[in-house]
């Protein structure tokens, strides 16, 4: 943007029948004036640097900032131990179905058994199962509460972006 050219300024004045010196004391103000606004102007590298409309559009939303994993989300999340000792898809997979449970000794079957030796031996069977199933109903929770994790971090970085946006950018 041009300079203020304040003798022409005066000039003008003078000839409008503003005397010298007052027309000089609005030539200075005016020239203070304009050098402020001139330097609170964004520059071309100021708005090529500034957040698109799509940049805006793309942005998070209060709700999904909402919905965000907290520090102690993310603290209480799965460790790779954790998940190293999780069941894996064979190990479900070989677990036992409900058809097998329903064909499995009941209370009754298991009061007429002849000897303390086959009721032992059902007792773990039974105690193996359930373990079984506490193992699979453990992992299903655990893949389930991972995947939600996941996503959860995702808009937690967009929020992250969205603040240094912020930062860069005071107008967003």
Same mark, same amino acid.
């Given at each position: 943007?041009?300079?203020?050219?304040?003798?022409?300024?005066?000039?003008?004045?003078?000839?409008?029948?503003?005397?010298?010196?007052?027309?000089?004391?609005?030539?200075?103000?005016?020239?203070?004036?304009?050098?402020?606004?001139?330097?609170?102007?964004?520059?071309?590298?100021?708005?090529? @640097? /500034? $957040?698109? %409309? #799509?940049? +805006? *559009?793309? =942005?998070?939303?209060?709700?999904? &900032?909402?919905?965000? !994993?907290?520090?102690?989300?993310?603290?209480?999340?799965?460790?790779?131990?954790?998940?190293? @000792? /999780? $069941?894996? %898809? #064979?190990? +479900? *997979?070989? =677990?036992?179905?409900?058809?097998? &449970?329903?064909?499995? !000794?009941?209370?009754?079957?298991?009061?007429?058994?002849?000897?303390?030796?086959?009721?032992?031996?059902?007792?773990?069977?039974?105690?193996?199962?359930?373990?079984?199933?506490?193992?699979?109903?453990?992992?299903?929770?655990?893949?389930?509460?991972?995947?939600?994790?996941?996503?959860?971090?995702?808009?937690?970085?967009?929020?992250?972006?969205?603040?240094?946006?912020?930062?860069?950018?005071?107008?967003?």
């Amino acid at each position: 943007m041009p300079g203020f050219d304040t003798l022409k300024y005066v000039l003008e004045l003078e000839h409008a029948g503003v005397p010298r010196a007052q027309a000089e004391g609005h030539a200075r103000a005016f020239a203070a004036v304009h050098v402020h606004n001139q330097d609170q102007m964004a520059t071309k590298h100021d708005i090529a @640097n /500034m $957040a698109t %409309k #799509d940049d +805006i *559009a793309n =942005m998070a939303t209060k709700d999904d &900032i909402a919905n965000m !994993a907290t520090k102690d989300d993310i603290a209480n999340m799965a460790t790779k131990d954790d998940i190293a @000792n /999780m $069941a894996t %898809k #064979d190990d +479900i *997979a070989n =677990m036992a179905t409900k058809d097998d &449970i329903a064909n499995m !000794a009941t209370k009754d079957d298991i009061a007429n058994m002849a000897t303390k030796q086959d009721i032992a031996e059902i007792q773990k069977d039974i105690a193996r199962l359930d373990c079984a199933v506490h193992s699979l109903v453990t992992s299903m929770g655990w893949m389930k509460w991972i995947g939600t994790g996941t996503i959860t971090i995702c808009f937690f970085c967009a929020a992250a972006c969205f603040e240094m946006l912020k930062r860069v950018s005071p107008a967003l």
